[in-house]
């Protein structure tokens, strides 16, 4: 059992399926985050937590045993049952009932929620999600992109007698993932840099210099604190024009605001933000010249490894490489939060 500050709390639940079990250095590179990416937007009413808040504890919040939550599932309504891990030895095809609607904007009662992650584990979502009752970013995730193989706009909810537990029922399996780009994207030849602080200066101007405001297509919501949305963005000059483009596909991707916000995709951890990079004190991060990004942090952080705990949609990141970023994913198996505008 552990006690943690409220808006630890707060925001633990806010991004993860479960409760944290301890703070590890993840976590804590999660909240540091919160530092730069306020440099990357334009909330200019918003005041700014030194971080001392956040680590100092001034008040202790709630108990958190259990995994966050002390459920024992109600009887289980399905034949398919897959375990914490997500055994996929159950038979597709089983009779999926729930009583009310899980996923996003739903009731997600716990018994309800574990039909749907167990179906969704049969069925082939990778990573696979743990069985736990509880409806967070991952299982929200899990049910869009499960939906995106046949709805127009995936919304990341499951309602009782909707197409998607019909679907689930069906024996739908999700697409293993395809080496073509995501519909509407074209490939671009890769105009940016190598990735050395010479090199982009040369490109880019000097570290701090060229930032300019875009307006982004739709509103993103801040990692550390969803209830505080920004609309414009600020960024290095000469990526303005393709990191607009990479919004906008994603938003033609997953097919409405909605459902990018169930995805995660619309979680901001930080764009512009001059600083040096972690552990060093001569070499400049990449957001110091606003030609980086990072999103989904909590579900993505910088030592998760991709494919595997880290939850970074593919369409997204092939959305990146068509306009010639690099994926923290795709170079270093993990990271996969970060994109940045060099080779």
């Given at each position: ?128 999600l743990i069985v736990d009752g509880l ?70 101007g000097s570290a701090g210099e060229n ?133």
């Amino acid at each position: 059992m552990i006690f943690i500050p409220n808006i630890f709390a707060r925001e633990f639940l806010q991004s993860n399926d479960r409760a944290p079990q301890g703070v590890s250095g993840d976590v804590l590179g999660l909240f540091q985050a919160r530092a730069y990416a306020r440099a990357s937007i334009d909330l200019l009413t918003m005041p700014l937590t030194p971080l001392y808040d956040i680590y100092g504890g001034k008040q202790v919040g709630e108990t958190y045993d259990k995994g966050g939550a002390d459920i024992t599932p109600n009887v289980d309504k399905t034949n398919a049952v897959a375990p914490v891990g997500g055994d996929k030895s159950a038979v597709a095809g089983s009779s999926y009932i729930i009583s009310n609607t899980v996923g996003h904007g739903g009731i997600n009662n716990p018994d309800d929620v574990t039909v749907i992650q167990k179906a969704l584990n049969v069925l082939g979502t990778v990573p696979a999600l743990i069985v736990d009752g509880l409806c967070g970013p991952k299982t929200t995730a899990a049910i869009v992109n499960y939906q995106v193989g046949f709805l127009k706009s995936p919304d990341g909810r499951v309602d009782p007698g909707g197409a998607t537990l019909k679907k689930l029922n069906s024996g739908y399996r999700v697409e293993k993932i395809k080496q073509e780009l995501p519909k509407g994207v074209t490939l671009m030849k890769s105009i940016w840099p190598a990735d050395t602080d010479e090199k982009i200066s040369a490109y880019f101007g000097s570290a701090g210099e060229n930032i300019v405001l875009i307006q982004l297509p739709y509103s993103m919501r801040l990692a550390w604190d969803v209830s505080q949305v920004a609309t414009r963005l600020r960024c290095n000059k000469r990526v303005s024009s393709s990191l607009l483009r990479i919004f906008n596909a994603i938003l033609s991707h997953y097919g409405s605001e909605e459902a990018v916000r169930a995805s995660g995709m619309d979680l901001l951890g930080g764009c512009y933000n001059k600083r040096k990079m972690t552990g060093s004190s001569t070499k400049w991060s990449r957001h110091s010249w606003g030609i980086a990004i990072d999103l989904d942090p909590s579900n993505n952080r910088f030592n998760s490894r991709w494919p595997g705990e880290a939850t970074m949609p593919e369409a997204v990141i092939k959305i990146f490489e068509a306009e010639g970023w690099k994926s923290g994913a795709r170079a270093w198996g993990k990271d996969a939060m970060h994109f940045q505008a060099t080779r």
